[in-house]
């Protein structure tokens, strides 16, 4: 197993709320990628963060957000829930333009 | 935009027998293809990656091959056993970096004792 862990492991919430997942990187990385893989699907590009910035955005709203930390844990924040935000969130940790190496997912439900 | 399309969707075989998993990509730019392995609840693993100044490389059972002209990657799994049963992603880095990954959808393996 991966030194990537995520929290909490599962959440549910209702439309309209907000929700914090939170990622801690293997010891030694510096970048955090965060991918949503819904149902039966590849996981799908959020963002990415390397030493505190964003570093790269995929085809996301805007109230997906996210942080990163100086000890490059990261955080995904995601504003307003709707139902198709149910999934399971991935965080990877790298180091630069390393290997990516997974955490073992929040799955989020939204009724 | 960048894609990665994955064939086939699901691929059954025998014990013994060898798996081909093949996937093609749309960046020209990409130059980093890895492999995960993601078992029923668990995080995707990676298995095996290679980046564009090599054509081939192997890892005991398992073998990737890339073909930067066609633009396209395979996966090659020999004498295949029941726990190499998961579904296998291919994906393809975006812009020439290799962090920011395109994933195909995945491949179901089932391999039958």
């Known amino acids: 197993e991966t030194g990537v862990t995520q929290s909490p492991t599962h959440l549910i919430k209702t439309r309209g709320q907000q929700v914090t997942l939170r990622c801690s990187s293997q010891?030694?990385?510096?970048?955090v990628s965060w991918y949503q893989q819904a149902l039966g699907q590849g996981p799908q590009f959020i963002f990415q963060?390397?030493?505190?910035?964003?570093?790269g955005r995929g085809n996301f709203p805007p109230r997906f957000s996210g942080l990163q930390f100086p000890n490059y844990s990261s955080e995904l924040n995601v504003n307003a829930l709707e139902l198709d935000d149910s999934a399971l969130y991935l965080c990877a940790s790298s180091l630069e333009a390393g290997e990516q190496f997974f955490g073992p997912g929040t799955r989020l439900t939204v009724l | 935009g960048e894609n990665v399309e994955q064939h086939p969707s699901t691929l059954s075989v025998q014990e013994g027998d060898s798996a081909v998993i093949k996937c093609t990509y749309s960046d020209s730019a990409s130059n980093y293809f890895p492999w995960y392995k993601q078992e029923l609840g668990k995080r995707p693993q990676l298995i095996i990656d290679?980046?564009?100044?090599?054509g081939e490389k192997k890892d005991q059972r398992i073998a990737v091959t890339l073909n930067k002209t066609a633009k396209h990657f395979s996966l090659h799994i020999t004498e295949t056993q029941p726990e190499d049963s998961a579904v296998y992603f291919c994906?393809?880095?975006?812009?020439?970096?290799?962090?920011?990954?395109?994933f195909g959808k995945g491949t179901k393996l089932t391999v039958n004792p």
């Open positions: 963060y390397y030493r505190e910035e964003e570093n």
């Open positions: 290679i980046r564009s100044n090599v």
């Open positions: 010891s030694g990385h510096n970048t």
């Open positions: 994906a393809a880095s975006m812009g020439g970096g290799s962090e920011k990954l395109v």
